[in-house]
Structure formats: structure tokens, C-alpha cells
């Protein structure tokens, strides 16, 4: 069944600029600009919504053409996939938090996180799976990686007052919506070659 790094692809434009944003942020911080880090927060939250929520819809409005390739006995998985792309997509869609927490005087905390998230993440692991199987381990997953994203974005936002989302940002997430449910009213093709035609 395909990994967590099968779904990459949905971070493919958060790494990007990451890369890119990352000096800007350490220069900013060194200038005391505050304003230009908030402003680079917010764009790269509100980018990495659109478009990570692109690459997740395609993801799941093509679920039935991905579960026509995959073995019979693997297709009660499928949601597995769905599951890690959204953790995938919560990642990306809160911005550049690590680098400014990584380049700020607060730089520490990112390490306390970590350990937090290594310590939490197997223990979800060992609580659900013996509920849910493969989907607990998805469900954990995603649980870590929400509380892990949304502790960097409470200690960004208390501590240094700079949030990733405005008002006009969170309507992003309607675009990648509506291109779901577009898909969604598509009729599924009795064959999935077609859809590559």
C-alpha cells in the first residue's frame, strides 16, 4: 500500500518556499522587522492552503481511479490515503511556522515540540491500532501532526502576534473545495484508462 511519502507531492509547494522564505525570515529577524515576517507568514499559509488543497482534491476526487489499480485485498486502504494527504495538507497549510520559530530567540521550543511529537505519535499508534488497524495508524498520524502544527501556530501567534490566516486568506481553502465538488458531480468512468485519454 503506498507510504506517507507516496504523498509527498501535496508538500511539493510548502518545501519550495521553505527554502525560499527561510533566509528571508532570519534576515527579517535580524533587521527586527516584524511586519515582514507576518507578511511572508501569512501569503505562505495562505498559498500553501490553495495549493496544497489543489493537490489534495485531485487526490480525492480521484479515489475510485486509484483504488481500480490497487489489489482487491488493498482497496479497503483507500481511505488511508485520504487521511495522510489531509495530514500532509495541515502541514502545509500552516505556513512556514518551523522557520520562524527556528531562526527567533524561541528556537528551542521547535526541539520540544519534536520530542513532544515523538512521544505522542507512538503512543496514538498504540492506542488505535488495535481499534482501527492501518486507519488508526492513519488517524494518529493526522492527530500529531494538527496538535503539532497548531502548538507552533498558538506559540507564534501568543508570543510573537503573528497568526497564518486572515479572512481574506481562508477563503483559499473554498477554491480546492469547489474543485472537488466539481469533480464530485463528474460521473466515475467504468474504466479508469479513459480518464488518462
Not at 512521544?119 to 482501527?132: D, E, H, K, Q
Request: with cysteine; charged share 15%.
Amino acid at each position: 500500500f503506498p507510504s506517507h511519502d507516496t504523498l509527498r507531492p501535496i508538500l511539493i509547494p510548502y518545501r519550495g518556499l521553505d527554502r525560499i522564505a527561510s533566509p528571508v525570515i532570519a534576515r527579517a529577524l535580524a533587521q527586527g522587522d516584524e511586519k515582514k515576517i507576518a507578511e511572508v507568514y501569512k501569503i505562505s499559509a495562505k498559498y500553501m492552503l490553495l495549493f496544497g488543497g489543489i493537490l489534495m482534491a485531485i487526490l480525492a476526487s480521484n479515489r475510485n481511479n486509484i483504488a481500480a489499480f490497487l489489489p482487491q485485498e488493498y482497496r479497503p486502504g483507500l481511505s488511508v490515503l485520504i487521511w495522510l494527504g489531509f495530514s500532509n495538507l495541515i502541514d502545509a497549510a500552516t505556513g512556514i511556522n518551523t522557520s520562524i520559530i527556528g531562526n527567533s530567540k524561541h528556537y528551542k521550543f521547535n526541539t520540544y515540540l519534536l520530542f513532544g511529537l515523538i512521544v505522542l505519535a507512538p503512543g496514538l499508534n498504540y492506542w488505535f491500532i488495535p481499534i482501527w488497524g492501518i486507519r488508526g495508524a492513519a488517524a494518529a498520524t493526522l492527530i500529531s501532526i494538527a496538535l503539532y502544527n497548531f502548538v507552533k501556530m498558538m506559540f507564534i501567534g501568543r508570543v510573537l502576534g503573528m497568526w497564518p490566516w486572515h479572512k481574506h486568506g481562508i477563503f483559499m481553502a473554498l477554491i480546492p473545495l469547489l474543485c472537488f465538488l466539481f469533480a464530485e458531480i463528474l460521473p466515475v468512468l467504468p474504466k479508469p484508462y479513459r480518464d488518462w485519454e
